[in-house]
Each structure stands twice: as C-alpha cells, then as structure tokens.
C-alpha cells in the first residue's frame, strides 16, 4: 500500500507500507493490501505501519483517514515520529491543545450569544 499523510504544513509522509494500525472513536483498526475501502475520522494516538519487517511509530493528531485501492491518505493537523513512550506524552500534549481550543470556541459562542440576545434585548425596547 502507498501511505500518504498530509499536514497544513504539506507532506508529511509518503512512502509504501504493508500495514498500517490507527485509532478512530470506535477502537483500533488494522489496514492491509486487501482491505474494503473505507473513509474514517482518526482520533489523536498512535498510528504505526510496518514496511519489510521495519515498524514505525507516529503520534497524529485528530484527522481523516481514507483508503482507496492501494492508497492510504491521512490528512491530521499534526504529525510526529518517534519511540513509543515519547510519542504517548506527545499525544496527551495535542489532546490537551484540542481542549483548550475547545474552551475557547465555547467561551466566543457564548460571547456571540450574549451579543445577539443584548441585539434583540435594544431592538424591542424601541
């Protein structure tokens, strides 16, 4: 299979892979040559494939995955190489920046709400 992962930044990995293990919201999955096609959104973890016997390792942010044929496109706001126990505490970092950025999406609803009922509030007293 051909793996491809995309960034904002641009390519971040392109080369061939006969297996490919990711996390989406359901569990784990396996991806080998023969597998259905299928599209699904990645949860941030680890993502490993296997190439000749060689394993690697990546921390990957929250993202889509979709395999089509032979080819395998990741497209993840964040991607990063390494050993298993620097990638876990890497993980946790981008899941920690997922929460924040969470509050502060919340926090600018809320704000806009308010703004939009204070509207509606001025536009009835006239």
């Known amino acids: 299979m051909k793996l491809k992962i995309l960034l904002p930044s641009g390519v971040f990995l392109d080369c061939e892979a ?21 599209a699904t959104a990645l949860s941030a973890g680890i993502l490993t494939y296997f190439h000749q016997g060689k394993e690697t390792n990546l921390a990957v942010d929250t993202g889509v995955l979709i395999k089509k044929g032979d080819l395998v496109r990741i497209s993840s706001r964040a991607a990063v190489e390494g050993e298993i126990g ?27 709400e308010a703004g939009f ?8 007293t006239l």
């Open 18 to 38: 006969d297996k490919i293990v990711a996390e989406c919201k359901r569990g784990g999955f396996c991806l080998l040559p023969n597998h259905i096609d299928m």
């Open 86 to 112: 620097k990638l876990e505490s890497e993980v946790d970092h981008m899941l920690d920046d997922a929460s924040e950025a969470e509050k502060a999406a919340r926090t600018t609803v809320a704000k806009l």
């Open 117 to 124: 009922v204070r509207s509606l509030i001025e536009v009835e």
